[in-house]
DNA sequence: ATCCTACGATGGACTTTGTCTAAGTCAAGC
DNA sequence: GCTTGACTTAGACAAAGTCCATCGTAGGAT
């Protein structure tokens, strides 16, 4: 069933229950939680997880590339469990709703040389923002 | 010699001290500080200034158009009084660094509307990461 | 010029998000 | 089934930001 499970586990990670919990809350359909979010949902299955290891195993879980660290307010970091396939984001900025859009265009090659500033640019986040069709009609 | 007060005033604000200081420390060559960063020069002009006055005026000219937020890292909103011209960022993952740039193309229009999911699409934010020249060199 | 009053400022408590640490626990190799 | 070092825990701490009751003052009215 998961298959986040199965890639951790092929990197040599050992394998606790609250590791195991935080990768099965990731792996639902509900993306783009947030720390505290996965941390409630996980509480729920293994009541004595503490909010450090979910911090901890969430940051690892980005550190190895599994989940995507996605900051589209800054009230909190959300994680997204897309991480294979590229995409951004579209965020309605009245209720904070996040849809994953895949534009056309590669925006990293919109950027000129000259534009660089002799930086290595490795990654381009594009957050489009606006109001979604509920908060539009309310 | 400030642009940003006279448009401000222009829009019938009421012009207090604390308001000036803090468009005055904006409208200096400083571009991307944080709030807390804002707070403090406002402090060397005017010291009594507190720091809700700082944030409740940077909130401020953030709606009416004055001044953007820029979140480029979970630590803190920046402030960009460069609102008037259409830019990016760059920012360098190790320092934190912020350049502003300006990309060929319109990522707008790169979000064809099937990837809109009726959404009102107003706004977009692209922000470029990777190693600055001085980090890369260390 | 002075007075009024609503708008703005104050500071300190509070909240949210996240990090750190010291001590305890347990997965996995032997 | 031991051992060991990686993992987890609770709670203190920190940083960024918000809220609120109260006080002060900019700027229009007189």
Redo the contacts between chains.
Sequence with gaps: MSDLLERLRGRGWRMTAQRRVVAEVLDGDHVHLTADEVHARAVARLPEISRATVYNTLGEMVMLGEVLEV?T??RA?RYDPNAHRPHHH?V??RCGTI?D?????D??A???DA???????????????????DC?SA
């Design positions: 900051s307010d800054r970091k579209l309605c900025a849809r859009v895949r534009p056309t265009g925006p990293l919109d950027l000129p534009e660089r500033f002799g930086f290595t640019v490795s990654d381009v986040e594009v957050t489009y923002r606006g109001t979604c069709p539009a």
